[in-house]
């Protein structure tokens, strides 16, 4: 009789850890939404990074993304990342990265001054 109540205690506890389990490991909106926006912000990111006329700058830190109308936008002030110049010396940065969160495309990218992409009109097109 021992042993059968053993086996039942071993069975339940099994199930009491595979509920746990599921429970954290589930894809809640939340979680996915937490993915998309950290695989754009990489995106971006990279994409920013690629920018750098000479080696050794620095890549954009994280930002908190602002979600609005089927877009995402980071944004980094100036001076939050550095590109090495020519001449050896580090000059302060800033951009801006909006991505569609439906495809994860950037559709605008601007560093400083600058703007690398502008296909604004790519979000409203397909709405």
């Known amino acids: 009789m021992g ?3 053993k086996g039942i205690v071993a ?4 199930a009491v850890v595979g509920w746990i389990a ?3 490991l589930a894809d809640t909106p939340e979680k996915h ?7 754009i912000l990489r995106q971006c990111q990279n994409a920013i990074r690629s920018l750098a006329r000479f080696g050794d700058s620095d890549r954009p830190g994280p930002a908190v993304g602002a979600r609005s109308e089927g877009r995402i936008t980071f944004e980094w002030p ?6 090495l110049q020519g001449d050896n010396t580090r000059a ?3 951009a801006r990265c ?3 969160l439906d495809t994860q495309t950037i559709i605008f990218l601007q560093l400083r001054d600058k703007v690398i992409v502008n296909d604004m ?3 409203t097109s397909t709405r």
């Open 3 to 5: 042993r059968v109540i």
């Open 11 to 14: 069975v339940g506890g099994l």
């Open 22 to 24: 599921s429970v954290l």
């Open 33 to 39: 939404a937490g993915r998309v926006d950290a695989a």
């Open 78 to 83: 100036d001076g939050s990342f550095y590109f």
């Open 92 to 94: 302060p940065q800033s």
């Open 98 to 100: 909006i991505a569609r």
């Open 121 to 123: 009109a790519a979000l």
